[in-house]
């Protein structure tokens, strides 16, 4: 059997412009764009495109931070949409938030 491991997560942006921006902001994102319609994160372990148009709906994607207060902060102060506060899950805490075109993310800290 093959091994087949994760490297890239494409989600959709109704507004592409805006969704870069909030990325930009919350999480300090560095884009290339690939034409109007697409931009994409790029160097990291695991890559992060951004498509124009709202089909299909994208998984919620989930973002490691070593500071969970802060990165709380930073993303309400990029515009993002705070869903569920901080709460305990097993391995940790974390938040669930909206970026501008409605995806859902969530950002943890391992305990």
Known sequence: MPKITPNYMEMKA????????????????SFTDYGPEYAAVEG???QIGIA???????????????????ALAQVKTAGGAIVKEI????????????DPSGNRLAIYQVA
């Open 44 to 46: 990291g372990p695991v």
């Open 14 to 29: 109704i507004d592409l412009g805006a969704s870069k921006a909030f990325y930009e902001k919350a999480f300090g994102f």
């Open 87 to 98: 709460f305990p899950y097993p391995g940790g805490r974390r938040f669930e938030c909206l």
């Open 52 to 70: 124009a148009g709202e089909e299909p709906p994208a998984p919620m994607p989930t973002f490691e931070t070593d500071d969970l207060e802060a």
